[in-house]
């Protein structure tokens, strides 16, 4: 089925920007996989802590008060992290924090049980959670610091496990394998994580070049419509005007028929920039505008300094194109009727408040009331254009000369 006149319009819309692909739209599978990676972790962890949970408080005292503080020391911010991943907010900062506290609390341990506590074979519940202080790096720390604390946690938990063995003979065999075996987990689900994450950021990018090039697409055509509408618009305005003058009998149907010819062709000037020169409507700054007037000075082969006084500012990039449309006229008709004796231009910005541009010369001058309506130079180019972008237009002429000024503010 063909889409209806408005279906490209309400499209565009709906459109997010296209711009740095950090959106929530434009990141949609990175953040869906860290929260699977968050509810995973909270699943595994969780397992692991209620298992040390029971072999600590197995072998737990009232009157043991190292013990019950490194118990706190430790699932205090397991709890956190757990609820967090959970709920889907701190994660990053919950599980930093479990993941430090538990290195020291790790670290610490030989200080708290002295060797041969509690059995030189039996396992401490804090070695229980060696790996769940692996996975709490995965998802507070960059890539280098989740390596870096998968290849050094194993190594802290196997000297503290010598220690609690008074460095015997038989402990180093067992310890060598827990070593091995905990640092290849590690390295394993450190791995995992980052290549999840990686095919995660393709599918984003993708998804974000393709949302780039629909939107290109959708405001190409959004601009083919505009354009036609106004073809449209201006064909019959001029062919409304061309009837009228036919059928101009009386002087009140002469002036009704001037009055719409002057209309059309105020339009369709209007509409210059709008539908060939549209561009961007990004703020433009006072220094690009002195640089195009330069530019149009040039090209008209004129010999006059633009100067630049005030603050230099930022202004909407359609109020900058229409001034300096404006000026390009009034510059062309100082050249053509003054032959550019005396002109001068200059530039005043007012910071991000507005512009004023004054263009004079020295030439004869001319009586703006006996200017043709036909002739649109001045009442469509100039008057007319600063008018549709809220601007302002002076023009001041007499025999010493004439002084267009062009302003506009920002409300």
């Known amino acids: 089925m063909a889409a209806d006149a408005l279906s490209i319009r ?84 919950a599980s ?68 609690q063995g008074a460095f015997s003979r038989d402990f180093w065999v067992t310890t060598g394998f827990d070593v091995s075996f905990t640092l290849i987990l590690g390295l394993v689900i450190i791995s995992l994580g980052w290549m999840f994450r990686s095919v995660a950021a393709g599918v984003d990018d993708a998804r974000g070049r393709a949302v780039s090039s629909y939107a290109a697409a959708a405001a190409a055509a959004a601009a083919e419509e505009e354009r036609v509408a106004m073809s449209a618009l201006m064909h019959d305005s001029v062919l409304a005007a061309l009837i009228a003058a036919e059928r101009a009998e009386g002087e009140r149907a002469q002036d009704l028929a001037v009055a719409m010819a002057r209309e059309a062709l105020t339009r369709l000037a209007n509409t210059e920039a709008a539908v060939a020169q549209e561009g961007s409507d990004d703020p433009v700054a006072t220094a690009q505008i002195v640089a195009e007037l330069r530019r149009s000075l040039s090209e008209l082969g004129a010999d006059a300094v633009v100067e630049e006084i005030g603050g230099v500012g930022l202004i909407p990039g359609r109020a900058a194109r229409a001034l300096v449309l404006a000026a390009r006229q009034a510059l062309g008709n100082a050249v053509t009727h003054a032959g550019g004796r005396g002109l001068h231009i200059v530039a005043e910005g007012r910071g991000d408040e507005g512009i004023l541009v004054t263009i004079s010369d020295t030439g004869p001058g001319f009586d703006l009331a006996t200017i043709g309506a036909d002739r649109l130079g001045i009442r469509a180019s100039i008057l007319a254009r600063m008018a549709g972008v809220a601007g302002t237009a002076v023009i001041e002429s007499d025999e010493s000369g004439t002084t267009v000024v062009l302003g506009w503010e920002r409300a």
């Open 10 to 93: 309400e499209a565009w819309s709906r459109i997010p920007s296209p711009g740095a692909a950090e959106t929530e739209f434009e990141r949609f599978t990175g953040k869906r996989m860290e929260r699977i990676l968050a509810i995973v972790v909270a699943i595994g962890s969780a397992v692991l802590g209620v298992q040390a949970l029971i072999a600590a408080l197995s072998t737990l005292t009232m009157q043991d008060g190292p013990h019950i503080t490194m118990l706190l020391v430790v699932y205090i911010p397991l709890v956190l992290m757990l609820v967090a991943c959970l709920v889907g907010r701190g994660v990053r900062a």
């Open 96 to 163: 930093g924090l479990f993941a430090v506290a538990y290195v020291l609390a790790l670290a610490a341990w030989p200080v708290v049980v002295s060797p041969g506590d509690n059995g030189a074979h039996d396992q401490p519940w804090i070695f229980f959670l060696v790996n769940v202080g692996v996975v709490a790096a995965l998802l507070a720390f960059p890539l280098w610091l989740q390596f870096a604390w998968a290849v050094g946690m194993p190594f802290v938990y196997g000297y503290v496990r010598l220690v």
